[in-house]
């Protein structure tokens, strides 16, 4: 799956997309789309530039910040599962999905798609419909719950 179709999978159809990138101070700088398309862009270009990118999962009502009062639809739950030292992290990416793998069966979750976040593993469970970013916090909830459940390492 390329990038474009990624972003088509895990994006809502509507609201403002966010591109973050990241300064030397450790702030963001955030680029704002209107469309996916557009967006799908400025990760492209970006990208090409050798420049690391970062994209908001949900849209947005308005270009005035990517704070959670300001989601509009999501597409997707997600998982972020860290590799590196520390207790809330796997010794490597194996390990990583290994365990993915063991906690979506275990728990009849459908499968994930899965990408290297540059420290680990991103998993997104994607949703046929986009729905309202405040109606999905009741799902994202409960995959944190299995999550912490089974001490399962998420960030």
Known sequence: MDR???????WPA???YCVALPRASGSFRH??????????AIVEAQDAAG????HACSSFTSTANRKGPNAAFVKA???????????????????????????????GLPAPLVVSSG???HAYFTFEHEVE???????????KALALFDNFKID
């Open 51 to 54: 420049i690391t990118v970062y």
């Open 133 to 143: 970013a405040q109606t999905a916090i009741v799902a994202a909830k409960q995959v």
């Open 14 to 16: 509507q609201g403002f």
């Open 119 to 121: 420290g680990g593993l």
């Open 77 to 107: 739950c997600w998982l972020d599962l860290d590799v590196g030292v520390g207790p809330n992290k796997f010794a490597t990416l194996g390990e990583a999905g290994a365990a993915l793998k063991t906690f979506v069966v275990k728990h």
């Open 31 to 40: 680029l704002w789309a209107p469309t996916q398309e557009d967006a799908s």
């Open 4 to 10: 474009p179709e990624f972003l088509r999978r895990v």
